[in-house]
């Protein structure tokens, strides 16, 4: 079973360049969300989904939009890409949200140039 | 003004001993804690979990504290392996939203 599979694993990018992290789960898990982690830090939730057409902002959304048009596809966008969004993003499911344990997925490590 | 702090960036502890981890928290509307467990390169795995109407929760090696007067959760890892030798992340939860630590690194040395 596959879980949460993230692509790209890598990826550069200019700066103003837009691109789409994609995230997909074959649990059937209805809550789904992305984070990024910075060097030494901890994890940052940038926007969540606790189902398919409903999406909502998480701590740090600024220059993210996501949609969820089925329960099992995520993708995270980036409209135009800021040196400051050099990160590692992980994309995670779970059941029902609330309590549910997250299942991340492997991350991708983005930089932008 | 961050609500998860893991004030130690750093553990090492000898094989067969106890690891005791630790995370302070702010936010008293927090409704449950979990601990996840970070190798490199890969995402990170759910370890063990506790609900604020509990102070204990232990599975196996694991076991996980929580002190609310101190806001206050520790996990224990007894007796620590070194395949253990990881990022520990402390969460914590409410409105289907977790809050994440900065993380400990724990080595196990051999």
């Known amino acids: 079973n596959a879980g949460v599979t993230q692509t790209p694993k890598f990826q550069v990018l200019k700066t103003g360049q837009s691109m789409t992290l994609q995230c997909a789960q074959d649990?059937?898990?209805?809550?789904m969300s992305w984070y990024r982690q910075d060097p030494g830090m901890g994890l940052r939730l940038i926007h969540y989904?606790?189902?398919?057409?409903?999406?909502d902002q998480g701590e740090v959304p600024n220059g993210y939009n996501v949609s969820r048009s089925t329960t099992e596809d995520f993708p995270l966008r980036l409209l135009s890409a800021a040196p400051s969004q050099t990160s590692v993003y992980f994309c995670?499911?779970?059941?029902?949200?609330?309590?549910?344990?997250?299942?991340f997925g492997n991350g991708t490590r983005l930089t932008v140039t | 003004d961050q609500q998860v702090k893991q004030n130690s960036p750093s553990l090492s502890v000898q094989e067969g001993r106890i690891s005791i981890l630790n995370c302070d928290y702010t936010?008293?509307?927090?409704?449950?804690f979990l601990w996840y467990k970070k190798y490199p390169a890969e995402g990170p795995t759910f370890l063990i979990s506790?609900?604020?109407?509990?102070d204990k929760n232990e599975d196996g090696r694991f076991t996980v504290f929580l002190n609310k007067s101190a806001k206050h959760l520790s996990l224990h890892i007894v007796p620590s392996q070194p395949g253990d030798s990881a990022v520990y992340f402390c969460?914590?939860?409410?409105?289907?939203?977790?809050?994440f630590g900065d993380g400990t690194t724990l080595t196990v040395k051999p």
């Open positions: 936010n008293s509307m927090f409704d449950y």
């Open positions: 995670a499911s779970s059941p029902f949200g609330g309590d549910s344990p997250l299942h």
């Open positions: 969460a914590a939860g409410n409105a289907g939203k977790s809050t």
């Open positions: 989904s606790v189902g398919a057409g409903i999406t």
């Open positions: 649990m059937n898990h209805e809550y």
């Open positions: 506790i609900s604020s109407i509990k």
